[in-house]
């Protein structure tokens, strides 16, 4: 069965650190996502992504974060400067096939520790 | 921005018995999305509701869209250890099906043997 992909699974980060976090969404859907859960908290939106734009993005994702699909596979998210408080597990998901299909598929998720 | 209040927040049930959970929003959304997720992993979605009104079952899960379009709820019949996880609501609003998910707290189910 297709499923979304996340690497690397752990990212331990110094502040003031780029990352690159790394995602593989199903092939044949259109619509991307980012998501993050701080510990024991809900599932929060980040940023969709659509036809190689943005289509919406909270209020979260501010200058240090950018999005980027460099090849027909990969969906990335960045964060210039790290924070502390950027510590968080994020998940990628996607949906949306030509066909219909509208349910939001996550991956595994990456933990980022900032220190 | 638009909240989902999602109860009980922690349930602790036998073995055998049944569950029920719901999400309540103060706006309306469009779809309704039932999401599990075990420690350390992504939710995985269990069931998904598109029209108001709604009831869908998945196995031992039912859920149903409610007809103001502000509610739905979970239900899990004869409760087993592997249902053990958190469960989450989540919407998506009006107007565009690919839209953002909103999330609700999550209801942390613990089946004991």
């Known amino acids: 069965e297709p499923e979304v992909t996340q690497t690397p699974s752990h990212q331990v980060t110094q502040m003031g650190q780029e990352v690159i976090l790394r995602c593989v969404p199903i092939?044949?859907?259109?619509?991307f996502y980012w998501y993050r859960q701080i510990l024991g908290q809900k599932v929060e939106f980040l940023v969709s992504f659509y036809n190689n734009e943005i289509s919406e993005k909270s209020e979260i994702f501010d200058d240090q974060f950018s999005v980027e699909r460099p090849d027909g596979s990969n969906f990335t998210l960045k964060i210039r400067s790290t924070k502390l408080e950027d510590s968080a597990m994020y998940f990628c998901?996607?949906?949306?096939?030509?066909?219909?299909?509208?349910?939001?598929?996550f991956g595994p998720g990456t933990r980022l520790t900032v220190l | 921005g638009q909240q989902l209040n999602q109860s009980p927040q922690s349930m602790f049930i036998q073995e055998g018995e049944d569950v029920s959970m719901n999400c309540t929003s103060s706006s309306i959304f469009n779809t309704w999305l039932w999401y599990k997720q075990d420690p350390g992993e992504g939710p995985v979605l269990l069931i998904a509701l598109y029209k108001a009104g709604e009831l869908t079952s998945n196995g031992r899960l039912t859920a149903q869209f409610g007809i103001t379009r502000k509610d739905s709820f979970l239900n899990i019949s004869a409760s087993i250890p592997s249902d053990v996880g958190i469960y989450f609501c989540a919407g998506q609003p009006g107007g565009t099906s690919y839209g953002k998910l909103t999330f609700g707290q999550g209801t942390i189910l613990t089946v004991h043997p």
């Open positions: 092939s044949n859907h259109l619509y």
């Open positions: 998901a996607s949906s949306g096939t030509p066909s219909g299909g509208f349910e939001q598929f």
